[in-house]
């Protein structure tokens, strides 16, 4: 029944791009779906997209990812995205936020635009949605399309995430200058960061829902780990 399913050895670490590319190079059909081994499906997930490229004309569709388990960290995982989603509709694009952990593109877009660039984890998603953003294609957002993601077990697995997202969006911002992003211009700046970070949190707070409240500490820790990041790649490039 899975003869279709291979292995491959990964004792290299060669990374989660190189492997997304090998697997576009072993793909048979015109679609190709990617999804990521944290993720569960569900039974209906490839008929979804299927569904969503015959109704749309894009050439990359992506779907939305919720929490897998719905504890602390997942539950602010999930108020994270929820920002995100409700910014970007159905035919609009959202190539900042395309995540590969449930994605579908057809063939022709690697063709066109190239695989996905390795050694860059964790920005080949950010990286390829801006190369496709550049170019003008744009990604469209089916939220019929779901798969659910286990989140960090521990705050700092959490925070090490929140980190090296941050870094690496600074990294990709000298190949793409438009590319939203925090900055630090003057010493000034990062005096006032822990004050920066303080009324981030209560701008989000004002959205929390009930029940909600306990992820406080995971949306300031959040923007910690972003401003520890914003600072280490500032001083590097001095």
Not at 75 to 96: G, L
Request: charged content about 20%; hydrophobic content about 40%.
């Amino acid at each position: 029944k899975w003869n279709f399913l291979f292995s491959i050895d990964n004792t290299a670490q060669r990374g989660l791009s190189y492997f997304g590319n090998l697997g576009i190079k072993q793909a048979k059909r015109e679609i190709i779906d990617f999804i990521d081994d944290d993720c569960v499906a569900p039974a209906n997930w490839l008929s979804q997209i299927d569904k969503s490229h015959q109704k749309y004309s894009s050439y990359v569709i992506g779907g939305i990812v919720k929490s897998l388990h719905k504890n602390g960290i997942g539950i602010f995982r999930d108020f994270q995205r929820r920002f995100m989603y409700s910014k970007n509709r159905i035919n609009r694009s959202f190539y900042y936020f395309l995540l590969t952990s449930n994605l579908s593109c057809k063939r022709d877009v690697f063709k066109t635009y190239g695989a996905f660039a390795e050694g860059m984890f964790p920005g080949e998603d950010i990286d390829f949605g801006m190369r496709l953003e550049k170019a003008g294609n744009p990604i469209l957002l089916d939220r019929s399309i779901k798969v659910y993601h286990a989140e960090q077990k521990t705050v700092s697995q959490l925070y090490q995430k929140s980190f090296s997202y941050g870094y690496c969006v600074h990294t990709l911002k000298k190949n793409y200058p438009h590319l939203p992003t925090k900055s630090v211009s003057t010493f000034f700046d990062l005096l006032v960061l822990p004050l920066i970070a303080v009324s981030s949190f209560l701008s989000k707070l004002f959205f929390l829902k009930r029940n909600e409240w306990n992820i406080f500490l995971l949306i300031l820790l959040d923007e910690i780990a972003h401003r520890h990041a914003l600072i280490k790649a500032y001083f590097e490039s001095l």
